[in-house]
C-alpha cells in the first residue's frame, strides 16, 4: 500500500517509510497518509539538511518533517585497481590490528616482557592477515579486481512537511539565504 504528499501545487510525491497500518513515519514524529506537503526541493541532501537544521535552529519542530529523495542511482567511484599484492597488504594491516589487540590482552598476563608479547601478536596478525588477504583475492579468479566506494544519490530532495506546519515552515525557510 503507498500512500502519497500533496505538494501545493498538486503533484504526488511518494512517502519515504510506511508501516503496516499505513502510517509514514520519520524520526520521532509521524507523517500520516495525505497531511503532508512540500515546502521545498533541493538539488542536493547537504542543502535539504542544512534547511532542516535552519527550521531547528529557529525553533519548528523538525519532528514533523521529512526529507524525501527521488529518482535515486547506485553511483560507485573506482578508486584503483585490486592486485594480489595490494590485496596482501590490505590484509596485513587489518591483520596487524587484529594481532595487536591479541598481543595487548595476553600481554595484561605477563609480567617482564608485556611489550614483548604485544609485538610478536602484531607480526603474527600481520603475516596471517597478508596471506588470507592474498590467497582470498587469487581465489576470486580476476573477478573483480578493482576497488570501490558505493554511494546511493537522489537527483531531488523534497523537504515534507505536516500540513499544520507548512506555513510556518515556509516562512522560516524564506530567511534561509
Given at each position: 500500500m503507498s500512500s502519497s504528499f500533496t505538494s501545493p501545487g498538486g503533484q504526488r510525491a511518494q512517502t519515504p517509510a510506511q508501516t503496516a497500518d499505513g502510517t509514514t513515519?520519520?524520526?520521532t514524529g509521524a507523517l500520516t497518509p495525505g497531511r503532508g506537503v512540500v515546502v521545498s526541493t533541493?538539488?542536493?541532501?547537504a542543502s535539504a539538511q542544512a534547511a532542516v537544521d535552519h527550521l531547528s535552529d529557529n525553533g519548528f519542530p523538525v519532528e514533523r518533517t521529512a526529507i524525501v529523495g527521488s529518482n535515486l542511482h547506485l553511483v560507485e567511484k573506482v578508486l584503483g585497481?585490486?592486485?594480489v599484492g595490494r590485496?596482501?597488504?590490505l590484509g596485513a594491516a587489518s591483520g596487524a590490528w587484529f594481532g595487536l589487540l591479541i598481543g595487548l590482552l595476553l600481554s595484561f598476563f605477563t609480567d617482564s616482557t608485556w611489550?614483548?608479547?604485544i609485538l610478536v601478536g602484531l607480526v603474527i596478525g600481520a603475516f596471517w592477515g597478508a596471506v588470507f588477504g592474498g590467497v582470498a583475492h587469487a581465489m576470486t579468479g580476476g573477478r573483480r579486481?578493482?576497488?570501490s566506494l558505493s554511494a546511493l544519490e537522489a537527483?531531488?530532495?523534497a523537504l515534507v512537511v505536516e500540513m499544520d506546519h507548512a506555513d510556518h515552515a515556509r516562512a522560516l525557510l524564506a530567511r534561509l539565504t
Open positions: 513515519r520519520t524520526g533541493f538539488t542536493d541532501y585497481r585490486m592486485t590485496a596482501a597488504l611489550w614483548l608479547v579486481d578493482f576497488t537527483e531531488e530532495y
